[in-house]
């Protein structure tokens, strides 16, 4: 028995409600082998005492299994989790040096206008008067570079840390800044981990008081990559109106409260398109995202009209938050969900 044959063993554990195993998540920190003693030491960020539990007994069913182990002995150090947000709780401090608050918006299901979201909420967070940061965490179609009209490329400082760009005052990272317009990204999951992982340790972010995550549709290895390299304080799910999208944004609300990551609000999308007569069009479903958020008992921070001018913005360059709100709607909307934000997560 050698540690490298105990830790290739355990890439068969996963991790509970996750395709991933605890190998690659680097959970398992230290592998000793002694004459007839296996001593395997894991370190877990959960507030969910199933979740080591769980992980226990999949290690040792799985090593106890080997002929000629001896005693196996699994080591958990289990980490606290951030905290509820809200009600006078005291939320994880972040991980990453200079930055006060992470904010996760995700989606469980593509095309639900998240990155919009996600890059209108960063721009009302600024107009605030806050320092916030943007990171594109969707590597296969990143979309941050589009929206902001950036199409420089990031150079490194001294310490070999990525300086992120700027633009209508936010710091900007997304892999659309590392390609070329038509180039995809083709990397198998390892390696989008560790991307990853780079963008949120290894970007020279400096002092901010917000960093919004543009995560990547659905409930997968890239999710959990985060939850576990960072101590995020609260996530924003983004859903339309339509079944088909709440269906998929009840994943995304069990999937973070069971990795312990405090649930924000729900954002409804396209709740309606309005026409020059005034009158409101619901094209996806009326209230779906209200009612869903009733269900779940999560806070409804605010619903989203379609609108023309938010597409253009969104292609040109100029977010629609970047308008007066007396003049947008819109860019009303999204200056009272970041208010929202500020007050469920304030900084000093």
């Known amino acids: 028995m050698t540690p490298d044959f105990i830790r290739e063993a355990l890439r068969q554990v ?26 395997v030491q894991l370190e877990i960020a959960t507030r969910d005492p199933k979740v080591p ?53 995700a989606s ?21 008067g806050a320092k916030v940061g943007l990171c594109d965490c969707d590597l296969y179609g990143p979309s941050v570079a589009q929206m902001f009209g950036v199409n420089e490329r990031p150079m490194a400082n001294e310490h070999d840390e990525i300086i992120p760009l700027e633009a209508h005052g936010l710091k900007l990272m997304s892999m659309g800044f590392l390609l070329e317009d038509r180039s995809p990204v083709i990397v198998r999951g390892p390696m ?25 549709p659905g409930t997968g290895d890239i999710q959990l990559t985060i939850v576990q390299t960072v101590s995020v304080d609260g996530t924003i799910i983004v859903t ?3 079944e088909v999208a709440l269906i998929d944004a009840r994943k995304a609300v069990a999937m973070f409260a069971k990795v312990n990551v405090p649930i924000l609000g729900l954002i409804e ?8 007569d005034g009158k409101k069009y619901h094209i996806f479903g009326k209230e779906g995202g209200v009612r869903e958020a009733e ?12 609108d023309i001018e938010t597409r253009e913005r969104g292609d040109s360059g100029a977010p629609v938050a970047l308008v007066a709100p007396s003049v947008s ?19 000093s």
Request: hydrophobic share 45%; glycine share 10%; aromatic share 6%.
């Open 53 to 105: 539990e769980q992980i226990f007994q999949d290690c040792h069913a799985l090593l106890d299994a080997l002929p000629d182990i001896g005693t196996v002995k699994i080591e958990i150090d289990v980490k606290d989790a951030p905290a509820a947000a809200g009600g006078g709780s005291t939320v994880g401090k972040s991980s990453i040096p200079g930055v006060k608050r992470i904010i996760a918006v």
């Open 192 to 216: 989008a981990t560790r991307y990853t992982q780079q963008f949120l340790r290894q970007v020279a972010w400096g002092e901010l008081d917000y960093l919004v995550l543009d995560l990547p």
């Open 240 to 242: 339309t109106p339509q």
């Open 14 to 39: 996963r991790y509970p409600g996750f395709s991933r195993d605890i190998i690659s998540f680097g959970l398992v920190k230290e592998v000793k082998c002694e004459p007839g003693l296996v001593t």
């Open 295 to 306: 269900d779940m008992n999560v806070p409804l921070l605010g619903q989203i009209p379609i």
């Open 269 to 276: 999308n396209m709740a309606w398109f309005e026409g020059d």
């Open 329 to 347: 709607k819109v860019s009303a909307a999204f200056h009272e969900i970041a208010a929202t934000v500020r007050s469920k997560l304030p900084v």
């Open 108 to 128: 469980g299901k593509g095309g639900v206008g998240k990155s919009t979201v996600a890059a209108n909420l960063a721009v009302a967070l600024a107009a605030s």
